[in-house]
């Protein structure tokens, strides 16, 4: 349970210092426009791509680091306490 515990605190701590640095993550989508069917010859399709940020405000980041450190120090001080 505490390695649990001290894995996504360290989860939380890398995703939130991964957006803090990249602010976002940029992906395509491609969306038909037009389709044409030739019956028993082919079939020709148009795309179209369009490029999407979905963006990763600061305040998640922050959020997500401190979240982390706090489940990796409450995991350290609770091992702590049990030893004495």
């Keep these: 349970m505490k390695t ?3 894995i996504v605190g360290a989860l ?3 995703f939130g210092i991964f957006a803090l640095i990249y602010r976002g993550v ?3 989508t ?3 426009v037009a389709q044409l069917k030739i019956p028993n ?3 020709i399709e148009v795309t179209e791509k ?3 940020v979905f963006f990763i405000p ?3 980041a922050a959020t997500s680091i401190v979240a982390g450190v706090v489940l990796v120090v409450i995991t350290r001080v609770g091992k702590n ?3 004495k």
């Design 12 to 14: 939380l701590i890398l």
């Design 81 to 83: 306490k049990r030893l």
């Design 26 to 28: 940029n992906y395509e």
């Design 41 to 43: 010859v082919t079939n």
């Design 4 to 6: 649990a515990t001290n």
């Design 30 to 32: 491609k969306e038909p």
């Design 58 to 60: 600061p305040l998640v």
């Design 50 to 52: 369009h490029e999407k």
